[in-house]
């Protein structure tokens, strides 16, 4: 069954993730787009604390994680997004549903493990207008799409059986356009500026982890993660054109002006993370973890802007679960696992000299299905990021996800008597 449902979403997914828009933000424009969170529901809905070698579900955070797995994995989410942007004078909303992750991890003989999937890594969306009051000046209107994705190959071994080593392989693809119009009110002349942009390349990622019986119940878990500085190649087409205004601000070309092309690298810097945690399995565990990356300069030609800077990533997230009681035949719920976490980011951005940050909680549950090591997975989470100030905007998110991680057995020889 595992087999058809993996083989149907595959083909959804080819036509979903380069059609969907994962983000409304007008900090989308910056770099490379909105980088979205990369890990499985579950792990998002304890903030991205994935410490425990977990079995039965991805972990798609550190490739050392396939290696642990007993059973064939495949996992899938999607993100509902509802987002107030604010300024210190209006507001408006904005609702964004975007597939999340799809992958499969299986287990290779008794040490080794092995990982591939595709993951939506960033998201170009925002619509942006100024209109003007008085007749005669300028009114100006930018939108963006688009975003980089990653298909992915992972190999772990397991060196001991509480450590265990691995890496993986992405392809980056993806396409961004943006467009900026500008026009005076009354005139139905206007000029555009759409810039497309073709992103590729290839980085590797490198994890571990390693986990310590502290005594008969407790256990110390760790984790570490590297992702190698790579490039991306940014092929870039300017465009410069004028037209006729329409109705909702159709822009009909006149004059298609000329093709400006140019290919730049757009630096992919190195990120570190760490993460630790202690618990019980398969009852509670509580853990943090610390990221770091370095300069987030991912501009191209198409959106380098003298207000803007590019600092350091830095976050730190806690995070945890609690099962009631994972082997209980009384009562369903006492079989839920429940998450909860807090995280803060430092994303690096700096626009006007002010730093954008995201602060956020997040909750879930994971929903056992009966008679298998399959489960549905809910998750929530609710932040705040960026800031009204100098002229910028605020988003207040709610973000409310779902994910189905389904478990089975591949390759069993059949016996017969």
Request: net charge positive; with cysteine; aromatic share 12%.
């Amino acid at each position: 069954m595992i087999k058809k449902i993996i083989i149907s979403a595959c083909l959804l997914l080819s036509f979903v993730s380069f059609a969907q828009q994962g983000t409304a933000s007008p900090y989308s424009f910056y770099g490379i787009g909105d980088v979205r969170f990369k890990g499985t529901i579950e792990s998002r809905s304890m903030s991205g604390v994935a410490v425990e070698q977990d079995s039965i579900h991805m972990n798609l955070e550190n490739p050392a994680s396939y290696a642990n797995l007993k059973l064939t994995a495949f996992t899938i989410g999607g993100t509902y997004n509802s987002s107030t942007l604010k300024t210190d004078t209006e507001s408006a909303k904005a609702q964004r549903t975007a597939l999340d992750y799809l992958a499969v991890g299986m287990p290779l003989g008794s040490k080794f493990g092995l990982g591939f999937g595709l993951i939506p890594y960033s998201s170009v969306g925002y619509q942006i207008e100024s209109l003007a009051i008085n007749t005669g000046d300028n009114n100006k209107r930018f939108d963006g799409s688009g975003g980089l994705n990653k298909v992915y190959l992972g190999f772990a071994y397991k060196i001991k059986p509480n450590f265990s080593i691995g890496a993986d392989m992405h392809y980056n693809f993806g396409k961004v356009e943006t467009t900026s119009l500008e026009f005076i009110t009354d005139v139905p002349v206007g000029t555009r500026e759409l810039n497309t942009t073709h992103l590729s390349g290839v980085n590797f990622n490198l994890g571990a982890m390693y986990q310590y019986k502290i005594n008969k119940k407790l256990s110390l878990f760790t984790s570490a993660t590297y992702t190698l500085q790579s490039k991306l190649n940014s092929e870039n087409t300017r465009n410069i054109s004028t037209g006729m205004l329409g109705s909702g601000l159709n822009f009909s070309v006149i004059d298609p002006g000329t093709d400006q092309k140019s290919e730049v690298d757009v630096n992919m810097p190195f990120k570190l993370a760490l993460s630790a945690g202690v618990g019980q399995a398969r009852k509670w565990l509580i853990g943090g973890k610390v990221s770091y990356q370095n300069s987030v300069d991912q501009s191209s030609t198409y959106n380098a802007a003298s207000n803007v800077g590019y600092g350091k990533y830095a976050s730190a997230s806690l995070g945890g679960y609690y099962i009631p009681n994972y082997s209980s035949f009384a009562g369903y719920f006492n079989r839920v696992t429940y998450r909860a976490g807090l995280k803060y980011e430092k994303t690096g951005l700096i626009i006007n000299g002010e730093r954008i940050n995201d602060i956020g909680l997040t909750l879930g549950a994971g929903f056992p299905i009966s008679g298998t090591f399959s489960n549905i997975n809910f998750g929530m989470e609710f932040g705040k990021r960026g800031t009204t100030s100098a002229g910028l905007i605020q988003e207040n998110y709610a973000n409310f996800s779902l994910g189905f991680s389904l478990n089975d057995k591949w390759f069993e020889r059949s016996k017969f008597n």
